[in-house]
C-alpha cells in the first residue's frame, strides 16, 4: 500500500472539538523560546464528545530545522563531539559535561594535527559552534549540511529513524501538509515534542474559533483582563486556527507512544561503577 503525505491529514475540520485537532497560533505556554506554536490536541475523544473537560491540553509540532536546536537533538552533537575529541586524544568519549570546558576548547585551537586528523578538528570546531550558537533554527541547507559534517555517516541513519518514529519515543515525525503558507499550520517537516503537554481553557479555543481577524483583537483584550494571560502570547490580530486534522491510523500511532511515555513504572539504574563490575563478572 502507497502512503505519501496527503494521507496524514483532514483539511479544514467540522466544528467540533477531536482528538488529533492541529491548531496554529496556540501559545507555548512558555516552555519554548518562541511565543506561538502549532499544537496538536491529545484530550481523550470521549471527553471531548460529551463535553466532560473544561481544559484541552495539547503538545507542540516544531519544524526539524527548529528541533535540531533543541536538547532533545542537539546531545547527539555533543556525543558525536565528544567523540571526535577523543580521536584527537583531548577528552575521553563519553564526557559530555566538559565538552564546553575553556580548557578543552584551548587544547583543541592550539592543536596541530597531521593531515589525517585535520578534518577531525574541523569537525569538533564546527560542533563547538553549533552547540554554542544561541539561534533558534538551522535556517538553510548550509545548516544541515553542517550537521552532515559534523555527524558524518550517522546524519543519514539519524534521518531515517526520525522520519520512521524510531528515533526517540517523545518525538513523532509529521510531513508538511502542502498547502498555502498562509494558513499551514505543518508548511516543513517536523515533529510533535509528546513531552511538552500545554492546557488551555476549553473556552478559549471556543472564543478563538468563533473570532476573525475583525473580531479577536476586541475578544482577546476581553480574555486578558478575565485574567487569562496565555492569550498575550496569540497574534493581536489573527485568532488560533483549527486547520487540521491528523487521521486516526496516525494519530492512534501518536497516541501509543504518548501513553507509553506516562503510563510506564521504571526503575533507576545501576550506577556506573557497578554497572562496569556486573559486566566484568557475566
Same mark, same amino acid.
Given at each position: 500500500m502507497l502512503v505519501t503525505e496527503k494521507d496524514y491529514y483532514s483539511i479544514f475540520p467540522d466544528g467540533s472539538h477531536a482528538t488529533g485537532d492541529i491548531w496554529m497560533g496556540l501559545p507555548s505556554g512558555g516552555i519554548l523560546t518562541w511565543p506561538r506554536i502549532t499544537g496538536l490536541v491529545v484530550t481523550p475523544a470521549c471527553d471531548l464528545a460529551n463535553c466532560k473537560t473544561e481544559t484541552i491540553t495539547y503538545v507542540p509540532i516544531v519544524p526539524l530545522d527548529r528541533f535540531y536546536r533543541l536538547p532533545e537533538f542537539r546531545t547527539e552533537v555533543a556525543r558525536s563531539y565528544s567523540e571526535l575529541l577523543a580521536q584527537l586524544g583531548i577528552l575521553k568519549s563519553g564526557n559530555l559535561d566538559l565538552l564546553e570546558d575553556s580548557d578543552?576548547?584551548?587544547?583543541?585551537? #592550539?592543536?596541530?594535527?597531521?593531515?589525517?586528523?585535520?578534518?577531525?578538528?574541523?569537525?569538533?570546531?564546527?560542533?563547538?559552534?553549533?552547540?554554542?550558537?544561541?539561534? #533558534?533554527?538551522?535556517?538553510?541547507?548550509?545548516?544541515?549540511?553542517?550537521?552532515?559534517?559534523?555527524?558524518?555517516?550517522?546524519?543519514?541513519?539519524?534521518?531515517?529513524?526520525?522520519?520512521?518514529?524510531?528515533?526517540?519515543?517523545?518525538?513523532?515525525?509529521l510531513p508538511p501538509d502542502y498547502q498555502n503558507d498562509a494558513w499551514s499550520p505543518v508548511p516543513q517537516h517536523s515533529v510533535v515534542l509528546l513531552r511538552y503537554l500545554i492546557t488551555v481553557p476549553t473556552y478559549f479555543l471556543d472564543i478563538a474559533h468563533r473570532s476573525d481577524e475583525s473580531s479577536w483583537p476586541q475578544r482577546r483584550t476581553e480574555l486578558i483582563q478575565r485574567g487569562l494571560h496565555c492569550s498575550r502570547d496569540c497574534e493581536e490580530h489573527r485568532p488560533p486556527l483549527r486547520a487540521l486534522r491528523l487521521r486516526d491510523i496516525f494519530l492512534s500511532d501518536l497516541l501509543t507512544k504518548l501513553v507509553s511515555i506516562y503510563v510506564r513504572i521504571g526503575a533507576p539504574d545501576l550506577s556506573p561503577p557497578v554497572l562496569h563490575k556486573i559486566e566484568n563478572e557475566i
Open positions: 578543552v576548547i584551548q587544547r583543541l585551537g #592550539a592543536l596541530q594535527p597531521n593531515k589525517e586528523k585535520l578534518a577531525i578538528k574541523e569537525r569538533c570546531m564546527l560542533a563547538y559552534s553549533f552547540l554554542t550558537d544561541s539561534s #533558534a533554527a538551522i535556517r538553510d541547507k548550509s545548516g544541515r549540511h553542517i550537521l552532515h559534517t559534523i555527524l558524518g555517516k550517522n546524519w543519514l541513519t539519524l534521518k531515517q529513524r526520525i522520519v520512521r518514529n524510531g528515533y526517540r519515543q517523545d518525538i513523532y515525525y
